[in-house]
């Protein structure tokens, strides 16, 4: 209000009041007497009314003004705050981006919004393609305006695209669409390193300003712990993948390697052994498998676990030999917790095989009050940790083996007559290695692959001499001695030929050689005669990697006549 008109003369302003006052104050109106001595009351009033009407009309303006300014602002943080809690609802990335797009477009009115995200190990940026695509979208990360606000951390308001340089025109071209305007900013982690940028394009009505720059920012930071989240459920999601795929081939080499098809056999007394294993497989019947130490009796246990129903469950072995008389108890059952100062509670080897199998190896040498404690588990199905008071049910399938003859065992009050009758319900005897030569060159030229394998190393091969020094061992320590004797081979052996200088000089001249004289002097002529054709139609097939053609010409024969022979001894 600059002036006033009373009684048809001018009046000069009788108050001054700021131009950006937020509020009528009464401390601006200045009145001058001196001049306006002449001017009736009643046209002062005229004027100071005028001026109160004014006043009021302002501020109702200005108040409705800033009530609809709190008004969009909160609506804008109540929207932010609604994507919040979608983006942290999301964990898969590629839907996560697909949110962020979709979402800022409405908070913001514009056509188009994207989050590039940075390769640091490539420098590049990529982004989706568009909405629920799959293609993928990289550049250089030094590249449009994108790359600028990377590389810079700065807020970029476009206005014309074309008409700036940092644009980046090469993704129009590429995907036919027309940017008018950007508003970019950096995408920063909690750590405040960039990781992308956050564009969007093409304000619907007009263009971007400085809310909408706020809003931008506010989001983008959000969409960082959202994206770095979903980045490392993914992370976490692929290596458990992984882990369960390495489990599986784990699991599945251990059942091959361990089933019945991967026992090493040729020779009739280990084919029966197989189809032993076999037909008890899926039984829940205790096994004493008794042996030699060496013969594989621990190979049987694990192939009769991984080819049954209980493959997938626990298999636990324990060497009770190794065992004190003091262990054995809490090894076998478990402890309570305070049994003894400082004692933890612990689970015994009959839990941890809980629905698999508990192999029992070297079970002749468990004292008698350990035996008669296996016994009750094994008639009642429930064990006592030491300590405790309470029964606790098992389902474990118990193999034991041993290489102590138990009758002997029995006789002389070692062993409880009971448990073993409880153990003996199948018997599976483990020849000895010089019982069965027939299975030496197999044997062989599986350790020696077997090391190739595990050394990385090129393939290779026994000269024929050295097979015959081999079938010729006496082998006290069984196939145990002669897997020792092949990888030693194998190691000292700088070419891919094993040849008969490499062999350990004592077993050209095996010490049990009188023994085994005075056995062949006890048989008939025709059982030593199909004995030595047997070795030596092995020994033909392991020369020759089992090309029947060449062995037979090794051994003078046609190949008919070597396949009846083999099928006439069982060899394959």
Same mark, same amino acid.
């Given at each position: 209000?600059?002036?006033?008109?009373?009684?048809?003369?001018?009046?000069?302003?009788?108050?001054?009041?700021?131009?950006?006052?937020?509020?009528?104050?009464?401390?601006?109106?200045?009145?001058?007497?001196?001049?306006?001595?002449?001017?009736?009351?009643?046209?002062?009033?005229?004027?100071?009314?005028?001026?109160?009407?004014?006043?009021?009309?302002?501020?109702?303006?200005?108040?409705?003004?800033?009530?609809?300014?709190?008004?969009?602002?909160?609506?804008?943080?109540?929207?932010?705050?609604?994507?919040?809690?979608?983006?942290?609802?999301?964990?898969?990335?590629?839907?996560?981006?697909?949110?962020?797009?979709?979402?800022?477009?409405?908070?913001?009115?514009?056509?188009?919004?994207?989050?590039?995200?940075?390769?640091?190990?490539?420098?590049?940026?990529?982004?989706?393609?568009?909405?629920?695509?799959?293609?993928?979208?990289?550049?250089?990360?030094?590249?449009?305006?994108?790359?600028?606000?990377?590389?810079?951390?700065?807020?970029?308001?476009?206005?014309?695209?074309?008409?700036?340089?940092?644009?980046?025109?090469?993704?129009?071209?590429?995907?036919?669409?027309?940017?008018?305007?950007?508003?970019?900013?950096?995408?920063?982690?909690?750590?405040?390193?960039?990781?992308?940028?956050?564009?969007?394009?093409?304000?619907?009505?007009?263009?971007?300003?400085?809310?909408?720059?706020?809003? +931008?920012? $506010?989001? !983008?930071? /959000?969409? =960082?712990?959202?994206?770095?989240?979903?980045?490392? @459920?993914?992370?976490?999601?692929? &290596?458990?993948?992984?882990?369960?795929?390495?489990?599986?081939?784990?699991?599945?080499?251990?059942?091959?390697?361990?089933?019945?098809?991967?026992?090493?056999?040729?020779?009739?007394?280990?084919?029966?052994?197989?189809?032993?294993?076999?037909?008890?497989?899926?039984?829940?019947?205790?096994?004493?498998?008794?042996?030699?130490?060496?013969?594989?009796?621990? +190979?049987? $246990?694990? !192939?009769? /676990?991984? =080819?049954?129903?209980?493959?997938?469950?626990?298999? @636990?072995?324990?060497?009770?030999? &190794?065992?004190?008389?003091?262990?054995?108890?809490?090894?076998?059952?478990?402890?309570?917790?305070?049994?003894?100062?400082?004692?933890?509670?612990?689970?015994?080897?009959?839990?941890?095989?809980?629905?698999?199998?508990?192999?029992?190896?070297?079970?002749?040498?468990?004292?008698?009050?350990?035996?008669?404690?296996?016994?009750?588990?094994?008639?009642?199905?429930?064990?006592?940790?030491?300590?405790?008071?309470?029964?606790?049910?098992?389902?474990?399938?118990?193999?034991?083996?041993?290489?102590?003859?138990?009758?002997?065992?029995?006789?002389?009050?070692?062993?409880?007559?009971?448990?073993?009758?409880?153990?003996?319900?199948?018997?599976?005897?483990?020849?000895?290695?010089?019982?069965?030569?027939?299975?030496?060159?197999?044997?062989?030229?599986?350790?020696?692959?077997?090391?190739?394998?595990?050394?990385?190393?090129?393939?290779?091969?026994?000269?024929?001499?050295?097979?015959?020094?081999?079938?010729?061992?006496?082998?006290?320590?069984?196939?145990?001695?002669?897997?020792?004797?092949?990888?030693?081979?194998?190691?000292?052996?700088?070419?891919?030929?094993?040849?008969?200088?490499?062999?350990?000089?004592?077993?050209?001249?095996?010490?049990?050689?009188?023994?085994?004289?005075?056995?062949?002097?006890?048989?008939?002529?025709?059982?030593?005669?199909?004995?030595?054709?047997?070795?030596?139609?092995?020994?033909?097939?392991?020369?020759?990697?089992?090309?029947?053609?060449?062995?037979?010409?090794?051994?003078?024969?046609?190949?008919?006549?070597?396949?009846?022979?083999?099928?006439?001894?069982?060899?394959?």
């Amino acid at each position: 209000m600059t002036e006033a008109s009373t009684g048809g003369s001018t009046v000069q302003p009788v108050c001054q009041i700021g131009s950006q006052a937020k509020g009528f104050n009464f401390s601006q109106l200045r009145i001058v007497p001196s001049r306006y001595r002449h001017v009736a009351g009643t046209n002062l009033v005229v004027i100071l009314s005028t001026l109160w009407t004014g006043m009021t009309q302002w501020v109702r303006l200005k108040t409705s003004m800033g009530a609809s300014t709190q008004v969009g602002l909160h609506e804008k943080l109540a929207a932010i705050l609604a994507i919040c809690q979608k983006m942290n609802s999301e964990r898969d990335l590629s839907a996560l981006l697909d949110l962020i797009a979709r979402e800022a477009t409405n908070l913001l009115g514009c056509e188009r919004a994207s989050i590039f995200l940075l390769d640091k190990q490539k420098n590049e940026l990529w982004s989706k393609v568009a909405l629920g695509s799959d293609q993928i979208l990289r550049f250089e990360a030094s590249l449009g305006i994108a790359g600028y606000c990377v590389s810079t951390g700065a807020v970029v308001n476009v206005r014309d695209a074309y008409h700036d340089p940092r644009f980046y025109n090469a993704i129009d071209r590429q995907s036919g669409y027309r940017t008018r305007n950007v508003l970019a900013v950096a995408v920063r982690n909690e750590r405040g390193e960039v990781m992308g940028a956050f564009e969007a394009l093409n304000k619907r009505s007009g263009v971007f300003h400085a809310r909408d720059e706020e809003s +931008l920012t $506010a989001l !983008a930071a /959000h969409a =960082a712990i959202a994206i770095e989240t979903a980045q490392l @459920v993914g992370d976490l999601r692929r &290596a458990q993948d992984e882990l369960a795929e390495q489990n599986g081939h784990l699991r599945r080499e251990v059942e091959s390697r361990y089933s019945t098809h991967g026992i090493i056999c040729a020779g009739t007394r280990m084919q029966q052994i197989v189809r032993m294993i076999e037909r008890i497989r899926d039984s829940s019947v205790s096994v004493l498998i008794t042996g030699e130490s060496g013969t594989g009796k621990e +190979l049987v $246990a694990k !192939a009769i /676990h991984y =080819a049954s129903s209980r493959s997938r469950k626990p298999f @636990v072995a324990l060497n009770c030999a &190794a065992l004190p008389d003091s262990l054995v108890e809490s090894e076998l059952f478990g402890i309570e917790k305070g049994v003894a100062t400082g004692v933890e509670p612990r689970i015994g080897h009959f839990q941890k095989a809980d629905g698999g199998t508990l192999f029992l190896d070297e079970i002749g040498d468990l004292s008698l009050p350990a035996q008669a404690k296996i016994l009750r588990v094994l008639q009642e199905r429930v064990l006592e940790r030491v300590g405790g008071r309470s029964s606790i049910p098992v389902d474990v399938r118990v193999l034991a083996a041993t290489n102590k003859d138990l009758p002997v065992q029995i006789a002389k009050g070692a062993f409880r007559e009971d448990l073993y009758y409880r153990l003996n319900v199948v018997h599976i005897p483990m020849p000895p290695l010089r019982e069965i030569r027939e299975e030496v060159p197999l044997l062989a030229h599986h350790f020696l692959q077997e090391y190739c394998k595990e050394t990385a190393r090129p393939a290779m091969r026994f000269a024929p001499g050295v097979l015959r020094k081999l079938l010729a061992g006496d082998w006290p320590g069984n196939v145990r001695q002669l897997r020792n004797e092949v990888m030693r081979l194998a190691a000292c052996t700088a070419g891919d030929l094993i040849v008969e200088d490499d062999l350990w000089d004592g077993l050209a001249k095996p010490a049990g050689e009188n023994r085994r004289t005075a056995s062949r002097a006890r048989t008939t002529l025709k059982a030593a005669v199909e004995d030595l054709e047997r070795r030596m139609i092995a020994e033909a097939l392991a020369t020759t990697q089992n090309n029947q053609l060449q062995a037979a010409r090794l051994l003078g024969l046609s190949r008919q006549g070597l396949i009846n022979k083999m099928k006439r001894y069982a060899l394959s």
